[in-house]
């Protein structure tokens, strides 16, 4: 049987998500169902990729009883209404990231999906590309020996984008795109708390951060920095140094399609899409689609590679780094 998804929001990461799944095979993946807020919008977006239903409110969407699992497509601050809704009509839900706007939502999610005993996952794409597969591989390993040193950087120009610089709608450089060097920091180290966390950044005048530089040391001396901006064109890359070696993730590091393992490259495509996409490399998101559809067979709850665990945490570092850097949401007061 095919797994059949409900895409929730018909904006651009849904659209992208939609040609991805489109990449699998039909008999595995089917796009049952599209939700948008107005009926027009649901009806374009499912034209464009041929669902045959469409749903002008969200509400009809968690009502529907062939879908398999929800795609979460809306923009950050409404994370938490839109998983509630889902979990609470007994939906499995895959949300993009981040998941929610602090660690108190968070746990307010994972709290409603594990009532509801339905299954959740944070939306975060890059730990499943095969080249994250074969980093994990390697560490486990012990490849490059001990990890010493994981630095990592993520920095586009997105000053022309609302979305990145107004407050209300969630913008910020650490919620959008320092979540992908954070994770890719707490992948290497195993999911573990660090010792401590300094962060230093530039906040644009609307209250959310521009540039933020952190640095994390993790217990036995083990360090990571990364720096994220949304205001400038960093080399995007990310290393991994240990006492034997390195691996590095030339550019994109987000969505990385090469590995340089001391010194020797390997490279990953991924496939050609059948419609243009809004994202680099956006059909890579096929990977977190598969690894649902997987998790959904066995009966899980949650997936070991973008584990509860490791959403709290991400939620967790993400508070005190925007608590040093000083900005607040209107979710951080309620």
Wanted: aromatic share 8%.
């Amino acid at each position: 049987m095919a797994t059949r998804w409900g895409i929730c929001s018909a904006g651009k990461i849904s659209h992208d998500f939609t040609v991805a799944l489109k990449t699998l095979p039909p008999e595995d993946h089917q796009v049952a169902a599209v939700a948008a807020r107005t009926l027009e919008d649901a009806q374009a977006f499912a034209k464009k990729h041929s669902i045959s239903r469409a749903y002008g409110s969200y509400d009809e969407l968690a009502r529907d009883p062939d879908i398999d699992v929800v795609y979460v497509g809306v923009i950050h601050p409404y994370h938490l209404i839109t998983c509630l809704l889902f979990t609470n009509a007994k939906k499995n839900v895959l949300c993009e990231k981040p998941l929610a706007m602090n660690n108190k939502e968070v746990k307010e999610i994972l709290a409603s999906a594990k009532r509801n005993d339905v299954f959740l996952m944070e939306a975060v794409w890059t730990r499943f590309f095969p080249a994250s597969v074969e980093i994990r591989r390697l560490l486990a390993q012990g490849e490059v020996g001990e990890v010493k040193m994981v630095r990592s950087e993520f920095g586009v120009q997105l000053m022309h984008v609302p979305r990145s610089t107004q407050k209300e709608l969630g913008g910020g450089a650490i919620l959008d795109i320092g979540i992908y060097c954070l994770q890719f920091i707490c992948m290497v180290y195993n999911g573990e708390k660090p010792e401590c966390i300094q962060a230093t950044g530039t906040c644009l005048e609307t209250g959310v951060d521009e540039t933020v530089v952190v640095t994390v040391k993790f217990s036995k001396n083990r360090m990571a920095v990364f720096t994220c901006s949304s205001c400038v064109q960093l080399p995007n890359d990310a290393i991994i140094a240990g006492t034997k070696g390195t691996i590095r993730i030339p550019a994109h590091m987000w969505c990385p399609t090469s590995l340089v393992v001391n010194g020797k490259e390997t490279q990953y495509p991924v496939p050609e899409p059948y419609l243009p996409l809004n994202f680099l490399n956006s059909t890579g998101m096929r990977y977190e689609a598969e690894e649902v559809r997987q998790c959904l067979l066995k009966g899980l709850k949650e997936s070991a590679v973008v584990s509860h665990a490791d959403s709290l945490l991400l939620a967790e570092l993400e508070d005190e780094i925007r608590r040093q850097v000083g900005v607040v949401y209107s979710q951080d007061c309620q």
